[in-house]
């Protein structure tokens, strides 16, 4: 969908990406060595964390030590869906149907959602990026004008507050209703796992533990998860690409999610290589956050779910993309 020339203008201005690509010349095959034991080791640092957050709850035993078990878990829920995500791009393993079994157990299944439909839904978001046919724009228009641009940086800070509290549990229900099981076959596995859960701590007498989990989902989780979906395509006629602090990245965007502009251009390439990308390819200015919410603040006017590209300038971007590998 062609826009006016004022939006495009304002699109690429103030250093934000526009369109491009890896520059040609770059080997990927040494990016696109998996490693198992590599996203394991994560999976277990975050399992860890959320086990240690428990822990300490239970031990301390205390309001404020629930809240930042809370906090913690949610936060760490979002980590584990980013690498439910490689598992979506079969980055886990080349044995696909270990690799779906490991995300699936690990990552998606603990949150309710389940491989099959968040790939059928992102690889569409990835062939369509910003365009009618990108399922995000429908993501988007079911929270208007939530979405809309520009916006003070204060309104963002507000949601993101209002989101912590539970105000923002509707979020959770719309990505359930993109990412969910299809069909029983797909909700059996989160259905027992849950209940298996849900059992087991009722017996022990720490029914506490689920309640806490699915608290976290619907408040740390959903606030963490709507921060970062501003960092990726909102208001550009692609992907931003930031430069994050380490605490930025522990927060709101865990395991290189925030290099997502190398991630769109070359999807096939595991999260610990894509620095190793950006390295090689510095054609493409890369900003820090305090640069892209100052740019929300002044860009064009864009309303919730209004595509940024139609089919045919997708294609032509895609045609001056060599490295982009569509749908992982």
């Known amino acids: 969908m062609s826009q006016a020339p004022a939006q495009r203008e304002s699109v690429g201005a103030a250093g934000l990406p526009r369109a491009g690509s890896p520059s040609g010349g770059v080997d990927l095959a040494p990016m696109r060595r998996l490693a198992p034991w590599r996203w394991g080791s994560y999976v277990a640092g975050d399992w860890a964390l959320i086990v240690g957050a428990f822990a300490a709850a239970a031990w301390l035993s205390t309001w404020w030590a629930y809240l930042a078990a809370l906090l913690l878990v949610g936060n760490r829920q979002h980590a584990l869906v980013i690498l439910g995500h490689e598992g979506a791009h079969r980055l886990v393993t080349r044995r696909r149907h270990l690799n779906d079994a490991l995300t699936q157990v690990l990552c998606f299944w603990p949150v309710g959602i389940d491989v099959a439909s968040y790939r059928e839904f992102h690889f569409a978001h990835h062939r369509n990026l910003n365009t009618p046919d ?195």
């Open 134 to 328: 990108d399922p995000e724009m429908a993501y988007r228009e079911m929270g208007a004008p939530g979405w809309d641009v520009p916006r003070p940086r204060w309104q963002v800070a507000l949601r993101f507050a209002a989101d912590l509290v539970g105000l923002g549990a509707l979020e959770v229900f719309r990505i359930f209703r993109f990412a969910r099981p299809h069909g029983w076959r797909g909700a059996s596995g989160p259905v027992v796992l849950h209940g298996a859960v849900i059992g087991a701590s009722v017996v022990a007498g720490a029914w506490w533990i689920p309640v806490l989990w699915w608290s976290a989902g619907l408040t740390s989780f959903s606030a963490v998860w709507r921060f970062r979906c501003w960092l990726e395509h909102l208001g550009t006629e692609d992907t931003h690409r930031l430069h994050l602090t380490a605490v930025e990245r522990f927060l709101f965007a865990p395991h290189n999610i925030s290099y997502h502009w190398e991630h769109h251009h070359c999807s096939g390439i595991p999260f610990w290589n894509l620095p190793r990308l950006r390295r090689e390819t510095p054609g493409v200015p890369v900003i820090r956050l305090w640069e892209l919410f100052r740019y929300y603040e002044r860009c064009a006017k864009i309303a919730s779910g209004t595509p940024t590209l139609d089919a045919e300038e997708r294609q032509a971007l895609d045609r001056r993309s060599p490295a982009r590998e569509l749908g992982g």
